[in-house]
């Protein structure tokens, strides 16, 4: 079973699928969580986090793939 680790946290539901997008394109599985309770639009602190995870074992790759497409 894969351990997944925190890669990046944001607060904009589109970044982190854009996020997402770029690392799924370049082969590293992706899974986003997010603190936001649905019918209330509450970004304030923990709330309004959208964590980015990936297995742990692909983190370094990862943070490569973002610094070089920056």
């Known amino acids: ?3 997944w680790s925190e890669l990046l946290v944001t607060y904009d539901e589109i970044e ?4 997402k997008d770029l690392l799924e394109s370049g082969g590293i599985p992706v ?3 997010s603190s936001k ?10 709330m309004g986090e959208i ?4 297995r742990e074992e692909d983190i370094e790759a990862a943070k490569a793939f973002i610094r070089k497409k920056q």
């Open 1 to 3: 079973m894969a351990e």
């Open 16 to 19: 982190a699928e854009m996020i």
């Open 31 to 33: 899974v986003i969580k």
């Open 37 to 46: 309770v649905t019918p209330y639009p509450v970004n304030i602190g923990k």
């Open 51 to 54: 964590k980015i995870l990936v």
